[in-house]
């Protein structure tokens, strides 16, 4: 027995994660938001069809994602682009394990990057919880100080 999860899940959630990140989140959850959406883009866009052999477009983009959460999480006070930041580079050591070995069976290889990206997802939505719980606690403390006058 296999358990998998449907295919449109993936999309699906990221597509929420992401529109909750545009609409409620600080300016790091849009950039990453926006970074992730590129990533996918490109990814999907320039697939190599040759799945055995190393996805050159998914390492680029890949590389470029890292170096804009990096970027992010250097600069930011919140805990949650370092685990982005951390995951994604965990993404860009997949690609350089199946440079090493090109033998990497294929299943692994796209399992790793889903698992990553997942995990992409979730710290995201942790980012846009949060930013959106401190800003829904700092109206609030702001109304109450405004009816204490």
Not at 53 to 63: K, M, P, V, Y
Not at 91 to 111: F, N
Request: proline fraction near 5%.
């Amino acid at each position: 027995m296999t358990i998998a999860l449907p295919t449109w899940l993936g999309p699906v959630v990221m597509l929420l994660v992401c529109a909750a990140a545009l609409l409620k989140g600080g300016v790091e959850e849009r950039l990453t938001a926006v970074g992730m959406l590129v990533n996918v883009g490109v990814t999907v866009l320039l697939r190599d069809p040759s799945w055995p052999e190393l996805q050159r477009a998914g390492f680029g983009a890949d590389i470029g994602s890292l170096l804009l959460y990096v970027g992010i999480a250097l600069k930011s006070p919140k805990f949650w682009p370092m685990a982005m930041a951390g995951f994604q580079l965990l993404a860009v050591l997949t690609h350089v394990a199946k440079i090493i070995d090109p033998g990497l069976q294929q299943w692994a290889y796209i399992t790793a990057i889903v698992i990553w990206t997942y995990l992409q997802m979730i710290a995201l939505g942790i980012g846009v919880y949060n930013h959106w719980r401190a800003r829904s606690y700092a109206a609030s403390a702001d109304a109450r100080v405004e009816t204490r006058r």
